[in-house]
């Protein structure tokens, strides 16, 4: 079902918001529409009994997709994809792949407890691969792909930039 079967405009803005940003929560929906707080949260109730959109639980967050719209793996990926730290370690294990844990934490300047952290949960969830304390992005053909169709809904320029080295440098998809 599409947006132009459901009745009220506000419900077609959350489900259009969710459709054009998967993987987003309620904080983040509230952020991109200009609807209030509590219309939005009953939207996606309705949306969610109505079965045309599907909720994820994400650590603290609930992510909401359009029902059969991203496949499994890809809610993975863009549950991780919609938080800056992570995102930027893809990003730059994308440019620079067999990068160790010091160097990832040198060109991030983040403290290597920090990256530790955001590292071994991408590890948990099987977005990196680690061989010879050497980092790396598991799919990384599918991973760039959700980066740049997703590109307008990350708030950094890390995203722009990382999207026009894809496309234009020939990078073979593995």
């Known amino acids: 079902m599409s947006s132009d079967r459901i009745e009220l405009e506000p419900r077609k803005k959350v489900f259009e918001a969710i459709k054009a940003n998967p993987g987003s929560h309620l904080r983040e929906l509230d952020r991109i529409l200009d609807i209030p707080f509590g219309t939005i949260r009953y939207h996606v ?16 967050y609930k992510r909401f997709y ?4 991203i496949n499994r793996e890809d809610k993975k990926r863009l549950a991780v994809l919609r938080k800056e730290l992570p995102r930027t370690i893809i990003l730059l294990l994308l440019e ?11 060109m991030m300047d983040v403290a290597p407890s920090t990256l530790s952290y955001h590292l071994k949960k991408m590890l948990d969830k099987g977005i990196l691969v680690c061989n010879d304390k050497k980092y790396n992005v598991r799919d990384k053909g599918s991973m760039a792909d959700l980066l ?10 890390l995203v722009d930039r ?13």
Do not use: C, M, N
């Not at 109730?45 to 603290?60: D, N, Q």
């Not at 740049?148 to 320029?157: A, C, E, F, K, P």
């Open 96 to 106: 620079f792949p067999d990068s160790t844990h010091k160097e990832i934490s040198e």
């Open 148 to 157: 740049i169709q997703y590109r307008s809904t990350y708030l950094d320029d």
């Open 66 to 69: 359009v029902k059969g719209k």
């Open 162 to 174: 990382f999207a026009r080295f894809w496309t234009t440098s020939g990078e073979e998809k593995k």
């Open 45 to 60: 109730k309705v949306l969610i009994k109505r079965s045309l959109i599907v909720a994820k639980k994400e650590g603290k």
